[in-house]
């Protein structure tokens, strides 16, 4: 089986003045601009590929740089004013970071040589003197994807390949190890992109995998009064993936990913969960692939989307969904080169605001390569 995940490829991303088009007409969006006083230091073959906000001074952003043979993990701090890089000696890639108002902050990743094969689970946790590995209870060969903490709930998530396939992988921190909960759950096949902890400690967890009857499709796992529960989103005409989840409470969670089509055309899957059921929701795009989804202190639904130049219409950029009123308006932050569009990977708001993080990386010149710059944005 493959694992397909929103944080394979390239992932590119560019900050400028967006365009907001609907069916009513055109209107005007809030500017987006480079997120903070100076660049992120990142180096060419670069992408940020998640990002956490606690407040208006206090955010976390990771990823990683440098040459296939090379990479090095990327670990930045907003303080209100401007990014500061922190160094992790042994991790080459950060793949999730999560953070609540107590001062809890977790970052998940891969740590060990160069080499693909070589990579071992690494999860890290802020202490009062830094950072510091946590990773006992997590199996060697496990690929750490997401984390997610709030309160006294922290949840790692990602996979863990096999021989043709994969298996899904979701630990909870117990205070000195990570554990495998009672999940009451089929075994599946398959693996985890993305995880929420929301304020009731309500947890949903998205991916995609096979079940034991081989039926291909999204996978979602959820805690909701205690218990777990597992939602499959299946399609009759191809494969479904989850990329990113939100979670508010165990009566609202909103879900995005993509549903590959046996015809080759992507179709955009948005999925909000009303306490009792999965409902999909139409969207004004088609044939792009949905990454992440946030929420901000006005109700304001943010998704970030990936376009895969498979349109038949001309690419204004990367498309950012935004829901509000019932209503959907679609964004997109254009281009920085012809032949590549630009992406957002991950988007964070910012509580108690309007404002929404987003992170990726933009294709540029590098010489006479075209190569991945990482880049941070805000919406105001």
Known sequence: MTIVTRRCGARMAVVSVF???????????????????SRPYLTANARYEDVAAVNSTLAWAVGSEGETGAPREVLIRWNGTAWRRTDLPGVIRLTGVSADATNRAWIVGQAGPGDPWGESPYAGRLTASG????????????VPTAVATRGSTTILVGYRPAVYTAFPVLLQWNGS????????????????NDVAVAGDGSVFAVGAGNDTQ????????????????????VSASGRVDLFGVWG???????????NHGNDYVDTPLVLRWDGTAWRRMSVPLKDVQLLSVTRDSTGAVWVSARDRGQRDIPLLGAPVLRYAAGAWSVHYFPRTYPARAPELDDLAAVPGSSRVWGVGSQPRLHGSLLKNFGLVAVNR
């Open 177 to 192: 190890r990570w554990e495998s909960p009672p999940l009451n759950a089929p075994k599946n096949e398959g693996g985890f």
């Open 19 to 37: 365009a907001a088009l609907t069916a009513a007409g055109r209107l005007r969006a809030p500017p987006w601009r480079p997120g903070g006083r």
């Open 131 to 142: 950072w510091a590995p946590a990773t006992n209870g997590i199996a060697p060969g496990a």
């Open 248 to 258: 508010g409470s165990a009566k609202e969670a909103w879900a995005v990913g993509v």
């Open 214 to 233: 081989s039926e291909s499709g999204g996978l979602i796992l959820s805690r909701r009064g205690g218990r777990w529960h597992t939602h499959r989103i």
